[in-house]
């Protein structure tokens, strides 16, 4: 979904009450919200209610829209606030602990059910983002699905922006090197290649 | 360092937003004087502008946050002890128009979701992309739109649902029928090679056969089946879209409109990169170049709106079209902060 799409749901909200863009607006924006959420809490319940109770309070809210400049960062930093609150209140240790989520979370589109029987480049590309430590993938994730700025990710994961930078060079160098060795344009190439 | 790696770490740094103009430059030049790496460059925007997600973790919470939104939405109780008669009757008549306000809202929308878990590829404006469907179907996804299948695809039926505009390769399965659904119409597959084009913004649904056959049912009524054959479309008129064309009929089969030199057709150039419009008025252009290019336009002088043009426009940028367009449609353009403006 573009950005221009986001902004037309918002004014729907807004101006017209409009659940169905509401729904919308999740399915755009719940997956990710979680994973981060849960990166943080570290339990499923309470990651779900939380990106539940941001989504009701900014339906609550649902007339100051206009006045938010990012929903992106928005929606990512009250799922954090939230986040963070949900950890003091139950004394539990949180460190960010991007390290031990589980597999799938970040990118959670395939399953072995629904794998994919022959491979388009965009498949194979995702399937290797998948490989990537899980804080390499959130960062991708930050930036390519909900367009967040280095400098917000950073805040956002509590790193510096030299260290999302070097993630999202890793991601796409990754990105590159598949390309190069999966077109067919470049498979003479890859031949002479040692590696 | 070689190349392609080089290449690719200047590719990191436009995504970074931190790349310098002679980086830029040599970026450029890099793609320009090697057409892998322009192949590259592309591949790699395609990929970085398609999102692939399931609405799992949605699904999940939407009931329990529309009863939230709905019971935040109902009148407050008051906790005034003392009312007058004449306040209780208008506060009742209040609740009522706000109870059938959201019966309306509930059904208006129905929802066309085909299962608890889906797949979603969409495509931002300016970019598209190539997938595989679990069962080998090969799917393009134009600029601007988005497939969404179920958990259960080919278990009985192999259905997707399609917004924006896409070309499909089936594949041939008798036991497992390849539906599609959009917003008009519902199609059942019986061939192999066909485009969907199904804008919410655009004034009709438009469906082009190019081998085998399908067979195409109106959402508005479902006793309205025609087969197609190939080389023919039909074109479904958009219910949502308002039109200031005095009547728009309900459905048009016609024929698929050869491009030109070569046999290849009209409503499929998009997949070889080729921009055509035969006779299309100036307002449907515009929108379409918007999603091509994903840039945005604004058109100030009306009168051109509803102005007809035709051409072929090979791997050209947006600039280049425009300037096509305005030698023989008599307007200006100009760029103003990343907006189009014709005048």
Redesign the interface.
Known sequence: MNEKKVTYLLLAITERDDQAAFRDLLQRFSEGLYAYTFSIVNDVPAAEEIVEDVFVNLWKNRKMLPAIKNISYYLYTACKNNALNYIQKNKKYSSFSLEDLEENIIFSYTTPETDFIEKSNLQIILNAIKQLPPACQMVFRLAKEDGLSYQAIAKLLNISIKTVENHMNKAIKLIAKILYNTLPEFSDYYKRRAK | MNH??R???L??KK????ISLPEQRELMELAAHD??FQ??SD??E???N?????????E???P???K??NI??APQISNHKKRSTRQLIISLSVAASLLICFFS?KY??PSTSLSKKE????T??GSR????????T?VTLNA?S?ISYG?N?AKNTREVILTGEAYFDVKHDAEHPFIIHTDDVTIKVLGTAFNVRAYPNELNTETALIRGSLLVTLNKNENQKIVLKPNQKILVRNERVISKQKAVPLMVITETQKAGADSSVVETQWLNNKLSFNREPFENIVATLERWYGVQIEVHNKLLLSEKFSGVFENKTVEEVLRALQAVGNFIYQKKNDIIIIN
């Open positions: 392609y790696e290449f690719a770490e590719l990191a995504k970074s937003g931190n057409p892998k192949k590259l591949t790699f395609s990929i970085y398609t999102t692939v997600y399931q609405n799992k973790i949605a999940k919470l939407w329990s946050i529309e939230k939104i935040a939405m809202y208006y929308n797949n979603i590829v969409s931002k404006m992309s190539n997938l595989v469907l679990p069962d080998g090969k601007d988005k958990e695809f």
